[in-house]
């Protein structure tokens, strides 16, 4: 498994926009495709983005797409994502995770490792 470590999280007001990051160390990171869930309280954790193994490929939620951007530098074994037009509905720890299936998918049970999280507060 790879061990994965978020940051970049905070408090933003609506509209605005935070970049976060998920560090990754212990296997080789270029062999997973991966993926940012999100989790509000009370609420089921959701898929927000996620990423191929070499970034050829993304792929995103209906309600982010045009607003969020996930990218990838594999030689700093990072994942990225970007998020612009915040919304407070959008209040929730987000989590990076990693899954060694060829093409990542929108189901959190497939993926293998997942960091700790990070908390995104949007303030109305």
């Known amino acids: 498994q790879v061990q994965l470590v978020e940051s970049g999280g905070g408090l933003v007001q609506v509209g605005g926009s935070l970049r976060l990051s998920c560090a990754a160390s212990?296997?080789?990171?270029?062999?997973?495709?991966m993926g940012w869930f999100r989790q509000a309280p009370g609420k089921e954790r959701e898929f927000v983005s996620a990423?191929?193994?070499?970034?050829?490929?993304?792929y995103y939620r209906d309600s982010v797409k045009g607003r969020f951007t996930i990218s990838r530098d594999n030689a700093k074994n990072t994942v990225y994502l970007q998020m612009k037009s915040l919304k407070p509905e959008e209040t929730a720890v987000y989590f990076c995770?990693?899954?060694?299936?060829?093409?990542?998918?929108?189901?959190?049970?497939?993926?293998?490792?997942w960091g700790q999280g990070t908390q995104v507060t949007v303030s109305s």
């Open positions: 995770a990693a899954t060694g299936l060829l093409a990542p998918t929108s189901n959190p049970r497939d993926y293998d490792s």
């Open positions: 212990g296997r080789t990171f270029s062999a997973y495709a």
């Open positions: 990423i191929t193994r070499t970034g050829s490929s993304s």
